[in-house]
């Protein structure tokens, strides 16, 4: 089961898309466990996670996260912001789990 953490700024905003993606989960029957943190708690996670996805305000620590994580063999990418501001949850999950959208 693949572990898949989002952080934002302060955890909220990325709540909405943990809800989303875990129902395109559900339909697609998919087994994963997603979660939402805060950037500042992220720590907790580090060594429960295999697929860290930043919300766009913070895809500024893209570059800090891949260099930290990457060798930890944490997969850490940015989420579209197209696709986190439609909420569009299916297609997040796919991109993080890289399968290509139907």
Do not use: H
């Amino acid at each position: 089961m693949k572990k898949i953490t989002l952080i934002c700024a302060a955890g909220m905003s990325t709540s909405l898309m943990v809800t989303k993606m875990k129902e395109a989960a559900k339909k697609l029957g998919m087994e994963v466990e997603i979660r939402a943190t805060s950037e500042s708690k992220f720590k907790q996670y580090e060594n429960d996670t295999d697929i860290l996805l930043l919300g766009p305000q913070v895809g500024f620590l893209l570059n800090k996260y891949k260099q930290t994580y990457e060798p930890k063999g944490i997969k850490v990418e940015v989420i579209d912001s197209i696709d986190y501001g439609m909420m569009n949850g299916e297609k997040v999950l796919k991109n993080a789990l890289g399968i290509q959208s139907m």
